[in-house]
């Protein structure tokens, strides 16, 4: 392919040898220039606030030329790209991936160093991270950003920009209590404001019929309200190639024309009004990370950046004159859940009514663009709006959303006549109750793929979620297990086991994870697991100095590290790890110490603010850590923590010190996880259920090198459908009968016997999701896990076997598969012409 022939600007021509611009020296100026222009302080006077800005401002600058020459070649050369529509990316720290993805890690240490700054480190800790998304849903989205660029590409992820990310997490007196996060309150300089490709989003208001020029009969949408969604771009630089994508978030403002009139007659304050009432529509990420609340302004949410990046997309068009027709070969639009589908919806409505397309290919443009990733089985969780209020928000949508249910229901008459049960379970409209949009219908229906994100959940879509589409279109569903970037979660979080990893098999392991698998010729080699172990043992003196900072706990890093870090749920059954704890501490009460192997058992995880038993269960945890941590008895054998405010970058330290991943939600309830994938590769051993991602972690590691327990999904079927009773459990185990007890009595809340009742009454009383069932079995593995931590040759080499193994978990391998399979996409190189 021939080169482009742009100027570029120095710094900026890094196809050059001598990679002009990227420096030490360079990187120097470029801070000082930062420090002087952009930010009005001297050298002299610099904090490290303003350090990490002017080196974040020198690294911006240093991947513009590739931002520009990707953004040029993409309009250029025009092929598909990827529009990867999520509610939420949660993107993490920037500075130190752009440095590893720049290749100028180096440079900057030893700018830093003409600044007094003897460690990155403590320019990294400055920065704050945009919580933009609740967990691992926004987190892929991350991840995957990251990998589209590397792969070189084109794409763009549509997000929106909330002023307040996820909330701050502080503990008091063992509660939750949540802080707002002001992430963007000292400016954050990886954004690059365009408010010249701001879009018009209309709300409310109603539709009317008229006729048009050529006689038909059309409707059309008066809306009542506007906003306008202002682009932040975020650059996404690959790995060591030219690529760089673009993170688009939308900002919502207020639209200035529509208060004139309310301003010229004198009406000041209901202009006022109506602004800071748009303007609260990108305020605020919703915390829940499951059940839907069906509230208003989240609606108002989606469907604002929906609109945005359709109307963003389809002026990509018009602007390279390409027809409207063509969409479908420029744009494939992934929807990352639910939380965008309104956008099968507006295609159809902006092709019909802006674009005057008639129907058929309005559909047909919009079902071949379009695809839809499901994250979750948890019927709470899927989305359904209220028709009301549905209607009163968006009108038109309504009626365009009836329209493709008749016609799809149609479909479906002359397929199974006379079936009216199949009519109203694929109805798009929920008929029980109040009536209510199943957005989840909409997306399958509208889509032209349909994936789960990991091989059992995706089989559980078919069979269990939405059964009757798939056996109406069998070919549409689909599965791509997830991955993660090894860029962030190993290159960047665990330097040590990187640098053992390059000197064994060298650096291309970074973009190609399956060349780990050479790893498994040193796995009898002693002297290679000893290295392998002291990279570990440095992770753990890491967290171990953090966790006394943070909590003033002292942990031993020669205990094992036993981690789960994840949102706190009932399904993913935090309390079955604390109830295991209790077990041990009694173990040791009692003198019965021959199989316990002393731990450090580490907690994180945010409860959604309006989860009563989530935030129970951090109090559970925390009352627990109490009295194990204040009892000499436990001293040298069992510690335990709940670190506070889980995020990305408190996730860089965990993963590299962490001996044993907790996977253990109950079967079939977890889709897939993505922290169980970031723990193999950091080489952790798992103990979980055949669970999401687990199945296919335990298949590729190896079985002998996984702690397995539990019920499998049939089990827990057939033990629902039998009448589960938690009580024919607790019977037959002394040890869980003397844990309830325990806490019952108060020992856990200073002799409150009523504080942690709701907990044991769940467990006794329905118990559903199984943690009573499981509790015997998980003990057995935990003992399982223990002996073999005695072994401590052997727990090297099967931690080594879980790294070596873990490459088919990189976010490469499952973007390949997107691209292949449901976005028919290719990499487009980006080539940089040098000015000599
Ligand atoms: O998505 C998670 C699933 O629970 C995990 O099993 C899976 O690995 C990841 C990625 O596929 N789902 C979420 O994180 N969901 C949310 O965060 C969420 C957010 C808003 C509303 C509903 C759910």
Redesign the pocket.
């Known amino acids: 392919s021939q080169s482009l022939d742009l100027r570029l600007p120095t710094p900026g021509c890094y196809a050059d040898p001598v990679r002009a611009g990227m420096d030490a020296d360079a990187v120097f100026d470029g801070m000082t220039e930062h420090l002087f222009f952009t930010l009005g302080k001297l050298a002299t006077s610099a904090s490290l606030r303003d350090l990490y800005m002017a080196l974040s401002f020198a690294v911006r600058d240093r991947l513009m030329s590739r931002y520009l020459t990707s953004q040029e070649t993409i309009r250029a050369r025009p092929q598909k790209t990827v529009a990867y529509l999520s509610?939420?990316f949660l993107i993490g720290p920037q500075l130190n991936n752009n440095l590893l993805n720049l290749g100028i890690k180096k440079e900057a240490e030893e700018a830093l160093k003409r600044f007094g700054i003897e460690s990155l480190n403590e320019i990294l800790e400055v920065e704050e991270e945009p919580g933009l998304?609740?967990?691992?849903?926004?987190?892929?989205a991350a991840c995957y950003m990251e990998s589209l660029a590397s792969l070189q590409v084109p794409a763009v992820g549509y997000g929106i920009r909330y002023e307040f990310g996820i909330f701050n997490q502080l503990i008091r007196d063992g509660w939750q209590v949540e802080v707002t996060d002001k992430w963007l309150k000292g400016g954050w300089p990886w954004e690059l404001p365009q408010p010249d490709e701001a879009c018009l989003v209309g709300f409310g208001g109603q539709t009317e019929s008229y006729t048009d020029d050529n006689g038909n009969y059309r409707s059309r949408w008066i809306p009542s309200e506007h906003a306008i969604g202002v682009p932040h771009d975020v650059p996404v630089l690959g790995y060591r190639v030219n690529s760089c994508d673009r993170l688009r978030l939308w900002r919502a403002d207020a639209t200035e024309s529509f208060d004139f009139y309310a301003f010229n007659i004198g009406d000041y304050y209901g202009a006022v009004e109506e602004k800071v009432a748009s303007e609260t529509l990108s305020k605020v990420l919703?915390p829940?990370?499951?059940t839907?609340e069906g509230r208003r302004l989240r609606l108002k949410q989606q469907h604002f950046f929906v609109s945005c990046s359709l109307q963003d997309m389809l002026r990509s068009l018009e602007k390279r004159s390409i027809a409207v027709e063509e969409f479908p070969n420029h744009w494939t639009v992934q929807l990352n859940?639910t939380?965008p589908a309104i956008a099968v919806a507006e295609l159809m409505r902006l092709l019909i009514d802006q674009h005057r397309l008639d129907w058929d290919k309005a559909w047909e443009i919009t079902n071949r663009s379009v695809a839809y990733?499901n994250?979750?089985l948890l019927p709470e969780?899927l989305e359904k709006w209220d028709l009301s209020l549905f209607k009163n928000l968006l009108p038109r949508h309504l009626e365009l959303i009836y329209e493709i249910n008749r016609r799809f229901l149609q479909q479906v008459r002359l397929k199974y006549p006379g079936n009216d049960l199949i009519l109203r379970k694929l109805s798009i409209i929920d008929e029980e109750g109040g009536k209510a949009i199943r957005m989840a219908h909409l997306a399958t229906i509208g889509a032209h793929h349909v994936n789960g994100?990991?091989a059992l959940h995706s089989d559980l879509i078919k069979r269990q979620l939405l059964p009757e589409f798939a056996q109406l279109w069998p070919e549409k569903f689909t599965n791509v297990t997830?991955g993660v970037t090894p860029r962030r979660w190993v290159a960047l979080a665990n330097p040590e086991l990187s640098k053992l990893l390059d000197k064994e098999i060298g650096p291309n392991w970074i973009t190609n994870m399956d060349l780990l698998l050479e790893l498994e010729k040193k796995e009898n080699d002693s002297n290679f697991l000893d290295l392998f172990a002291s990279a570990k043992l440095s992770g753990k003196r890491k967290l171990a100095g953090y966790i006394h900072r943070q909590t003033g706990v002292l942990v031993d890093p020669s205990s094992l590290f036993d981690v789960q870090v994840k949102?706190i749920h009932q399904y993913k059954r935090q309390h079955l790890n604390a109830l295991q704890v209790i077990a041990q501490y009694l173990r040791i009460k009692n003198g019965i110490t021959k199989n316990i192997a002393p731990r450090t058992v580490i907690f994180g995880g945010k409860a959604a603010p309006g989860y009563f038993m989530a935030k129970l269960m951090i109090r559970f945890i925390n009352g627990i850590a109490d009295v194990v941590n204040a009892d000499p008895d436990m001293d040298g054998l069992l510690r335990v923590v709940f670190l506070p405010d889980y995020n990305v970058k408190l996730g860089e330290q965990v993963y590299p010190a962490t001996d044993l991943s907790e996977q253990i939600s109950t079967a079939g309830k977890?889709?897939?996880?993505?922290g169980n994938m970031k723990f193999a590769m950091n080489g952790a051993l798992t103990i979980g259920t055949l669970d999401?991602?687990n199945v296919e972690i335990r298949d590729r590691v190896g079985a002998e090198n996984f702690f397995l327990f539990g019920k499998t999904e049939s089990e827990i079927m057939e033990l629902r459908d039998q009448g589960y009773s938690p009580n024919s459990f607790i019977a037959e185990s002394n040890e869980l009968q003397e844990t309830l007890k325990l806490i019952e009595v108060g020992h856990f809340s200073n002799g409150d016997s009523e504080l942690f009742r709701p907990i044991i009454n769940i467990l006794t009383g329905n118990d559903p999701f199984f943690v009573m069932a499981d509790f015997d079995d998980y003990l057995r593995a935990q003992d399982e896990v223990s002996k073999a931590w005695k072994k401590s040759k052997k727990w090297n080499r099967m931690a080594l076997l879980n790294t070596a193994r873990s490459g088919f978990f990189s976010s490469d391998r499952s973007i390949r598969e997107y691209c292949q399979s449901i976005w028919k996409v290719k990499p487009l190189p980006v080539e940089i012409s040098c000015e000599k």
């Open positions: 509610a939420e998304g609740n967990g691992g849903l926004g987190r892929l919703y829940n990370d499951g839907d859940d939380h990733t994250h979750t969780a994100v990991a997830n949102r977890e889709a897939s996880g993505t999401g991602a």
